[in-house]
């Protein structure tokens, strides 16, 4: 019966039964080639291709650098969709990758993904015709690779590009590639923790509407240079010891930001954002004198919170707020205590006219922040919705919480408490 379904399988057309192998992963694929003369080099003509593994034996490493060698230059597909490699602890040849890359290249590449760790760092494993390839749409790397960026760029369908902990030739090399990518939409830049000489961090982009930037640790950054008119969206995560001088200008048509800075110099930087709509933020650095008053959204840190009257500063700052959410962005310590709450002596203006919703993910009950709740729920005169997420085990002193917060006193008449 197995036999008879399988001789009825083996009837479809060849471009249907492509598509059914779509659906599992590429080894599976390369595997029915055993199940008969129809199938033999069926596998051969995916659009979609994807090698590697994160753990992988010696012999694995040596068996599956022998198999791309030996069948990357035979694939059949005209287009090759995406082409991705996880090369993780394995001992490939840089030459090899750079065959395989090639090979991809010349079927008209659409998208390549390249997870490569290795230790000691191979030379450049790219090759050259890469940064010529006119069909690639989506380009990301991550790891052990080497950004040398040729004189010869240019890359005119390339619209998202993410690098994360490559290693860059030097300073100018990041820019002559986005100098060659006139449509580039989306951008993303993780600098490595480690091994990395970049100094200066250039991205001067036009056509950019989301870029976002991270810096780790123990990077020895000096100066950053961010020239993008037309970005929408701005991601911003500061985690290094080191002071950089940081120039960021004209971004009219900026409507939402993500700032989470360790630094305590960053006026600079949240004052060029000043004309968005949504902001998340977590530093403790201050910020007075700045005015959010396209800002409608605003998500803030509990280490935000728990900085000494930080909140107070930026509800001052947002005289239009409709949304705010307190929560805890990921890998920070929701465990440090607060400084003392002190009341403000003026309500701030988006309590008494605009907040309608209210949200706390992170909610413990500390007296400190008990009072920052109560506080934001007597004064919200419009406000429609609090939604409390405590982290409260126990469950008689849940529904205590509940209970006091219910009998609160409250400006709002309308306002519906919510549990989670």
């Not at 010696?58 to 650098?65: G, I, R, T, V």
């Not at 000096?222 to 950089?244: A, G, R, W």
């Not at 085990?393 to 006091?404: F, W």
Request: hydrophobic letters at 40%.
């Amino acid at each position: 019966m197995v036999f008879k379904e399988m001789d009825r399988i083996s009837e479809l057309p060849d471009e249907l039964l492509v598509k059914i192998l779509l659906f599992v992963p590429t080894k599976v694929a390369v595997s029915t080639s055993i199940l008969s003369k129809r199938w033999e080099y069926l596998w051969m003509w995916l659009p979609k291709l994807e090698y590697g593994y994160r753990r992988c034996s010696e012999p694995e490493s040596a068996k599956l650098q022998c198999f791309l060698d030996r069948n990357m230059p035979l694939h059949r597909a005209p287009v090759i969709e995406s082409f991705r490699l996880e090369l993780c602890n394995l001992n490939s040849k840089p030459e090899s990758i750079k065959m395989w890359v090639l090979t991809a290249v010349s079927h008209c590449l659409r998208e390549l993904d390249i997870l490569h760790e290795s230790y000691p760092a191979k030379p450049n494993i790219l090759p050259s015709n890469l940064y010529t390839c006119k069909s690639l749409v989506i380009l990301k790397l991550d790891g052990d690779i080497l950004l040398d960026v040729p004189r010869m760029v240019s890359l005119p369908s390339l619209k998202t590009l993410k690098l994360q902990s490559v290693r860059y030739l030097n300073d100018a090399t990041l820019q002559r590639l986005l100098s060659n990518c006139p449509i580039l939409e989306d951008l993303v830049v993780q600098l490595r923790d480690y091994g990395d000489t970049l100094k200066k961090l250039t991205v001067v982009a036009p056509a950019l509407q989301s870029l976002s930037l991270f810096i780790p640790y123990n990077h020895e950054l000096n100066e950053y240079v961010i020239e993008t008119p037309s970005l929408k969206y701005f991601k911003f995560v500061d985690y290094s010891d080191y002071d950089h001088y940081g120039l960021i200008e004209n971004m009219p048509y900026l409507t939402e930001a993500y700032v989470d800075c360790c630094c305590p110099d960053i006026y600079s930087l949240v004052n060029s954002i000043t004309s968005v709509k949504s902001l998340t933020i977590c530093s403790e650095a201050i910020l007075n004198g700045l005015v959010f008053d396209q800002l409608e959204h605003l998500e803030v840190c509990l280490c935000t919170v728990l900085s000494s009257n930080q909140l107070v500063r930026l509800l001052n700052a947002t005289s239009k707020l409709k949304r705010l959410d307190i929560s805890l962005m990921d890998d920070h310590d929701p465990h440090q205590d607060m400084d003392h709450w002190n009341e403000p002596s003026t309500v701030p203006e988006c309590l008494l006219s605009s907040l309608q919703r209210f949200s706390w993910s992170t909610y413990t009950e500390k007296p400190q922040e008990r009072a920052i709740l109560g506080y934001i729920l007597k004064h919200a005169v419009y406000l429609k919705t609090a939604t409390i997420k405590s982290s409260e085990s126990d469950v008689r002193k849940h529904e205590m919480m509940i209970e006091e917060l219910a009998l609160s006193s409250r400006a709002s008449t309308t306002c519906q408490l919510m549990f989670e």
